[in-house]
């Protein structure tokens, strides 16, 4: 099953402003979150490669943590991290993170401009 995703967020009050992600176009929900092949390319090298069932914590423990801080409704997102190996990323950089079963999301950074 997928999802339209919409951009929202929903900021912690007590952290600094938000940071704007990118997601979608889909959100897939039909996939055992625990055992998922996840690759970082930064500008085509791999700097990561791990699965999800190397989390420190599972995803219904993640959601009880959460629930403490804030009210979690339908549609929300929990962005977890992911392993170590990344390293810098600069302006022109290009990052590709590959989800076995889900996709890839590529995107190019670039400095804001404030």
Not at 80 to 87: E, P, Q
Request: net charge positive.
């Amino acid at each position: 099953m997928s999802h339209r995703v919409t951009k929202k967020r929903k900021p912690i009050a007590t952290l600094p402003p938000p940071v704007n992600v990118l997601l979608g176009p889909y959100i897939t929900t039909d996939v055992d979150p625990h055992n998922l092949k996840l690759e970082l390319y930064l500008n085509g090298q791999v700097r990561q490669s791990c699965n999800t069932g190397e989390m420190l914590f599972k995803i219904p423990q993640i959601i009880a943590f959460l629930s403490r801080a804030m009210t979690l409704l339908p549609g929300d997102i929990i962005c977890t991290g992911t392993c170590a190996g990344t390293g810098a990323l600069a302006p022109g950089d290009e990052v590709e993170v590959r989800l076995e079963k889900v996709g890839s999301l590529r995107n190019r950074c670039r400095r804001e401009d404030r």
